[in-house]
């Protein structure tokens, strides 16, 4: 069983930054794919970034896309979510994603296997 802990989240200004951190436990952390999911109140949980095992490969969400990097030390068994120029509608709580990918594609929460409890951000205007 891996598991995963958020930390980062908070209260911000529209335009400023944050940065979220996702340590992992209990697993091979390099084995796995790592994405940031969020949900809104009210929304779907959508998907916001991912990275691969190895750390290659990236890919964003339109709605972040510019404004986000992801990244990953599977020495520290860490990945990161750097957000700048945030907006009001960035508000949501981000969770932290591992899986293998087996069962679908990065894009959607089914390709994971275990996530983590969430970390708030908060977007004023």
């Known amino acids: 069983q891996v598991q995963l802990v958020e930390s980062g989240g908070g209260l911000v200004q529209a335009g400023g930054s944050l940065r979220l951190s996702c340590l992992a436990s209990?697993?091979?952390?390099?084995?796995?794919?790592m994405a940031w999911f969020r949900q809104a109140p009210g929304k779907e949980r959508e998907f916001v970034a991912y990275v691969k095992w190895n750390g290659a490969t990236t890919v964003y969400a339109d709605s972040v896309k510019g404004r986000s990097t992801i990244s990953r030390d599977n020495a520290k068994n860490t990945v990161i979510l750097q957000l700048d120029s945030l907006k009001p509608e960035d508000t949501a709580i981000y969770h932290c994603?591992?899986?293998?990918?087996?069962?679908?594609?990065?894009?959607?929460?089914?390709?994971?296997?275990?996530w983590g409890q969430g970390t708030q951000v908060t977007v004023s205007s």
């Open positions: 994603a591992a899986g293998t990918l087996r069962r679908a594609t990065y894009v959607y929460a089914e390709g994971y296997d275990y």
């Open positions: 209990g697993g091979t952390f390099s084995r796995y794919a």
